[in-house]
Every structure is written in C-alpha cells, then in structure tokens.
C-alpha cells in the first residue's frame, strides 16, 4: 500500500486565481509614498488615453468595439487600484477618463463628432462610468488619500 501523497490544493474560482481573494488583496504591502505618486502623475493620462481610444475603437467596431473598450478601462481603473492599493489610484485614471469624454463629446465647428447618440457609445459611456466608481469603492490596503492609513482590519 502506498502511502498518501500532499494533499492536493483546493480549486480557486477564475476570478480569485487572476485577481487573488480579498483577505490576500488586503494583506499586500503599498508601495512608498514617492512610488504612489509617481503613479498617479502616469495615471491620468493613461485613463485620458484609454478614453479618447476607447471613444474611437467602440465606433469602429460595433459589438466587439465597445466591449474591448470597456476591458481596456476596467483595466486602467482596477490595475491603478492594485499598482497603488489605494481608492484614489483607481480615482485619477477616472478623472482623465472623464475629461477625455467631455473633449469628445463636444462637436466640431465642422459638425463631426466623435461620440454619437447611439446605443454603442452611450453603453460604453454609462458602463465606463459604473466601471470607475465600481473600482474607486473596492476595499484597498489605505484611505482614500495617499499615505493615509486605513480602518483597522
């Protein structure tokens, strides 16, 4: 008889093997505060980027446009919450999303527009927007400003 060998892991969902439960989100170290910051500064426009693609990849493409439009935000957004472990690394990639949106939503003197009344584009608008405030409410390691720490776990 043979004995019995390690006890084999317990499966893990897809969505805790790529983005870890919330015990061990919670339980990573945050980076110095001059590394934050220096994120937060590549931050923004990085989420103005991903905007102003977004608003031109989700026209191009109808159906699949917008969803690779909306993972490319959620990616933005989440991966600024993870890299900093604070809500406002989720907040200022957001804050350049939104500002790209308002410089292309505005028409042209010519008449062209970049964003039009269509269920694509506002899909995309709504569910960008409910992505950022989704990723700027998930429970980090800090406070909402940097360097302030957060409620005791």
Do not use: H
């Amino acid at each position: 008889m043979t004995p019995p060998g390690p006890a084999r892991p317990a499966r893990r969902s897809i969505p805790a093997a790529v983005l870890g439960t919330r015990d061990e989100r919670l339980k990573e170290t945050q980076p110095p505060r001059a590394a934050r910051i220096a994120v937060y500064v590549l931050l923004f426009p990085l989420g103005f980027a991903v905007s102003v693609c977004g608003a031109f990849v989700q026209a191009l493409w109808p159906p699949v446009g917008v969803l690779l439009a909306l993972a490319a935000t959620a990616a933005t957004f989440y991966g600024g919450l993870r890299v900093t472990g604070t809500r406002l690394g989720a907040a200022v990639p957001a804050g350049g999303w939104f500002l790209a949106l308002l410089l292309v939503m505005v028409p042209r003197p010519e008449g062209d527009n970049v964003l039009w009344t269509n269920a694509t584009s506002l899909a995309w608008l709504f569910a960008g927007s409910i992505l950022g405030v989704i990723c700027a409410t998930l429970p980090t390691r800090a406070g909402w400003f940097p360097g302030v720490a957060g409620p005791p776990r």
